[in-house]
């Protein structure tokens, strides 16, 4: 039987890991980095939500999302890198992170954007359940802002309402 995938709230300890999985060769040109300076900001702004993900009692990735619910613009997930890739991880942590922002948060859709170039995780994400989405200017500038995304204007958009299902958790 796999290992179970698990979830916790960020501390200031596990940045060193953040910013060693980030930096991994596989991860160059397809994720944002962070110094250790954005971290700390980001860890002490109530809008950011940072978890860790767990395997086996070893540290598997992480997540970097924005509460956006007040704002009427869902869960934005700006950052998402596991350890081993390619292996189911991925959408594993997606799930975990869709019922939490659904139950936590109360968000009704969770979205992100990717670079085009990023099949592996386009495939991850549409394994998911996450689909394309267009938005219109309008509403793209809005999350632009919301999101301090400025690389969304060469990203595609994906988005999900939530909570997402995972198949391993369906009984019939
Ligand atoms: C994106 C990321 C979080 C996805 O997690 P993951 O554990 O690798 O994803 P999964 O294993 O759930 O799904 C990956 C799918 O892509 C497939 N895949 C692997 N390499 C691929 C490639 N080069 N091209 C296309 N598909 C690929 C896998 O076979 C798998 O599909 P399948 O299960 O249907 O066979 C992870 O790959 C990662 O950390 N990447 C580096 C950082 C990054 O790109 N973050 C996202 C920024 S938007």
């Not at 350890?83 to 979205?111: E, F, H, N, T």
């Not at 998911?128 to 309008?138: C, H, N, Y």
Request: aromatic share 10%; net charge positive; charged share 25%.
């Amino acid at each position: 039987m796999e290992t179970a995938l698990t979830m916790r709230r960020m501390k200031a300890s596990d940045i060193d890991f953040a910013m060693a999985t980030e930096s991994a060769p596989e991860c160059d040109g397809l994720v944002g980095r962070w110094s250790e300076d954005e971290y700390r900001d980001s860890l002490a702004d109530p809008k950011h939500r940072h978890w860790l993900f767990e395997q086996g009692g070893t540290l598997a990735g992480f997540v970097i999302g924005y509460d956006l619910v007040s704002a009427g613009a869902g869960f934005y997930l700006k950052r998402i890198v596991v350890s081993c890739k390619a292996r189911g991880l991925g959408r594993r942590a997606i799930y975990l992170v869709s019922d939490l922002a659904r139950r936590q948060l109360g968000a009704p859709y969770l979205w992100l954007g990717v670079y085009p170039h990023n099949a592996r995780a386009i495939r991850c994400y549409e394994a998911a359940g996450l689909r394309p989405f267009d938005a219109k200017p309008k509403a793209l500038a809005r999350h632009r802002m919301l999101s301090d995304g400025a690389a969304l204007d060469v990203c595609l958009l994906y988005k999900a309402d939530l909570p997402l299902t995972d198949p391993c958790c369906v009984r019939d």
